[in-house]
């Protein structure tokens, strides 16, 4: 099992920028895949970025392609997903996550644990 330490959420303006981290322990790091999962009030928990377990691929969803951007770091143990060009429908909770077992892709079908959340809220 993995446990995580999220931060970097907060209130920012359109435009802003944030950058999110995951630091995680329990499991060897380097052993799996990460990502950023986001839920909105109201709407279904959504798979927005992800990174194989050595930082070599990476993929994104549309809505956030070309403004964010996922990395890792695995000698810190620690995912981070930066955000450029914050727009209101970026409001949401964010959750890193860490693929189970020996998965070095994170999906939504194999997610293993999950963070505690942090909220992210950007006004127009």
């Known amino acids: 099992q993995v446990q995580f330490v999220e931060s970097g959420g907060g209130l920012v303006q359109a435009g802003d920028s944030l950058r999110l981290s995951c630091a995680a322990s329990g499991r060897t790091f380097s052993n799996y895949g990460m990502g950023w999962f986001r839920q909105a009030t109201g709407k279904e928990r959504e798979l927005i970025a992800d990174?194989?377990?050595?930082?070599?691929?990476?993929t994104y969803a549309d809505s956030v392609k070309g403004r964010f951007t996922i990395s890792r770091d695995n000698a810190k143990n620690t995912v981070y997903l930066q955000m450029n060009s914050l727009k209101s429908e970026d409001t949401a909770v964010y959750y890193c996550?860490?693929?189970?077992?020996?998965?070095?892709?994170?999906?939504?079908?194999?997610?293993?644990?999950w963070g505690q959340g942090t909220q992210v809220t950007v006004s127009s």
């Open positions: 996550a860490a693929a189970r077992g020996a998965y070095l892709r994170l999906s939504t079908v194999n997610v293993g644990d």
């Open positions: 990174i194989s377990w050595d930082g070599g691929r990476t």
